[in-house]
């Protein structure tokens, strides 16, 4: 039997995707205009029909015809997710024309654990988060960072990063500033460009990883710094008339090349465009980024706008912001009037049957973005030989020892030195057989620095290392972002400041967003910062300084009262902060 046209892999993409759409029935493409979440079981099994966690995704990809996949979960082996990955291909393989099924991810390559933003690393190679790579500053790092994420994704069948967030983190409490690139528009558009160059490539092509840029134009001033996964946190506010500057950095990620664009859930309040979510925002899809900004690559709004949804536990409604009275029919209608191609974490494309089938929606509207998601499919060799990946394979270059060096060198240049110590013991680097009471620190593995007392009193240095405040929510998934104040309980920085005071001390702070902590920076011999790090990677920093090479890609405002009289649009405006943006220090 001849092959098809489409299936010619020496005619050009775009005379394969013209050939393929006209066969395509409308449930086809319409199944390719939505992106869902598909987790991975333990041994890289299925999700079975009758799960609590969802509909299983076999029968998403037979009944429902979609074929973008959001893969939530963290495997042991590489290989565990290349099996995983091939079984949905072969399944795709069966159904209609055997359109193969894309998979993309959240960052799964660092440290913190959020499944509705990101995955600690699991197999792969460890790195510390996104801010880490603007504290460092080299612009090289970040593009064998993308390098390797690379490699390691396509080994194991993944073939879209659902990143880099390359919003600017201007509002302090933000519970996402952990995975930005910082407040600085200019070092934010610079790193997100190396990072979208290490995961495509030279050339986009079979052995790239497609990058979604977040959140257009840009998250991050949100009213009072609630998020707006959560109604309460839906306002988007630009107090110092602020909006151009974050837009900024998606400039730099459009010349780079970047595929993909996911716009935020916020609604922008007091601005020139209409008060609705940017996935639903003519004015800013079509009007900003097509238009004014020349962006002709695909737009896929954020998770969950359509339909309501119980995550982790927790009933969550649709994050239709501005549009909450509509029907479900209505929201998908008005988004892709708007300029959507694809809705994120949503399976429901008999609605746009249904639209096109009224009348509302014209099929030369739904061939439009079918043919920009074929033509990603095309290109990144899925309908050809990469389509499977080699099981084997994987286990091989996920993890891989070069690999695991490159991420703990990133750690430790990450670490930026906010305070040091002119003498004494805390002066780095650690002079060796000291007595060292720690917390925050595995004693056994604390044992590497000195003999480890169990009270300051007996110390010649104590090291303390902290998380970034914050107050815990209520709810599965609500719990799992880190909001509210930034000032540690009145308590707990008076319990450490007594251990600065009977005895040098090393307070170490992992900052997935801005701290306030003036009195115990005050009180402390040392203070040093990371974006993550294992305990191995700070140690090395305590005994060789000259590894830390980063300076501070946030400010660390004073106090909550600094923070309140800021502006959440500007960057690096509260008054007297306690470290300012681009504080560090060399050794």
């Known amino acids: 039997m001849n092959a098809l046209p489409y299936q010619d892999p020496k005619l050009t993409v775009a005379e394969r995707v013209a050939d393929l759409l006209p066969r395509l029935s409308l449930e086809d493409k319409a199944g390719l205009m939505f992106h869902e979440i598909a987790p991975m079981l333990p041994g890289g099994e299925l999700l079975p029909s009758g799960s609590p966690w969802g509909v299983a995704t076999e029968e998403l990809i037979r009944q429902k015809r979609i074929t973008h996949f959001n893969v939530h979960g963290v495997p042991k082996q590489g290989s565990e997710m290349a099996r995983w990955h091939n079984k949905l291909q072969s399944i795709a393989a069966e159904v209609g024309l055997g359109v193969p099924v894309t998979i993309s991810t959240d960052p799964r390559h660092a440290f913190a654990e959020n499944q509705g933003a990101l995955f600690s690393s699991g197999a792969f190679s460890q790195w510390p988060e996104s801010l880490a790579f603007s504290a460092i500053g080299d612009l090289e790092v970040v593009e064998q960072f993308g390098d390797i994420a690379r490699q390691e994704y396509r080994a194991v069948g993944i073939h879209a990063s659902l990143h880099p967030q390359i919003d600017l983190a201007t509002e302090p409490r933000w519970a996402r500033s952990g995975m930005t690139f910082g407040e600085d528009a200019k070092q934010s558009g610079a790193v997100g460009a190396a990072y979208i160059r290490g995961f495509q490539g030279k050339v986009f092509g079979k052995s790239s990883v497609s990058t979604m840029t977040k959140h257009f134009p840009g998250g991050g001033p949100q009213l009072d710094g609630e998020d707006p996964h959560f109604e309460y946190g839906k306002e988007q506010v630009y107090p110092g008339n602020n909006f151009d500057y974050h837009v900024e950095p998606f400039k730099d990620a459009i ?34 980024l097509k238009g004014e900004l020349g962006f002709e690559g695909i737009i896929c709004t954020d998770w969950g706008l359509i339909t309501d949804a119980n995550i982790l536990g927790q009933d969550m409604p649709a994050r239709a912001w501005g549009v909450e009275h509509l029907s479900r029919s209505e929201r998908v209608e008005k988004a892709i009037n708007a300029g959507s191609d694809q809705f994120g974490g949503e399976s429901c494309p008999e609605l746009i049957v249904e639209l096109v089938r009224e009348g509302r929606i014209s099929e030369e509207r739904i061939n439009y973005s079918a043919a920009k998601l074929l033509a990603e499919k095309f290109i990144l060799g899925l309908f050809d030989e990469e389509r499977f990946v080699d099981e084997a394979a994987a286990d091989a270059i996920v993890g891989k020892p070069e690999f695991l060096a490159a991420g703990e060198a990133a750690q430790r240049a990450g670490y930026v030195l906010l305070k040091l110590a002119a003498e004494g013991a805390a002066q780095l680097p650690l002079p060796a057989g000291l007595k060292i009471y720690v917390e925050g620190l595995d004693a056994d593995k604390a044992g590497r620095l000195g003999q480890v007392v169990g009270n300051p009193a007996e110390a010649d240095l104590a090291i303390v290392r902290k998380n970034a405040h914050f107050d815990p929510r209520p709810g599965g998934f609500e719990a799992i972002f880190h909001a509210g104040s930034l000032e540690f309980p009145s308590a707990e920085v008076a319990r450490i400041v007594e251990i600065c005071k009977t005895v040098p001390t090393i307070f170490d702070i992992y900052l997935d967003r801005a701290a306030v902590f003036p009195e115990i920076a005050e009180a402390a011999a040392v203070v040093t910062a990371n974006f993550g790090s294992n305990p191995n990677a700070f140690m090395d920093v305590l005994q060789n300084p000259k590894l830390a090479k980063g300076r501070l890609p946030i400010e660390l405002p004073s106090s909550l009262e600094a923070i309140l009289a800021s502006k959440s649009d500007v960057p690096y405006d509260t008054a007297s902060p306690t470290f300012a943006y681009g504080a560090g220090l060399s050794v």
């Open 255 to 288: 010349a780079a090349g970047t595929r993909a664009m996911m716009p935020y859930y916020g609604q922008p309040i007091g601005t020139k465009y209409e008060e609705v979510g940017f996935g639903f925002n003519k004015g800013v899809l079509t009007d900003l």
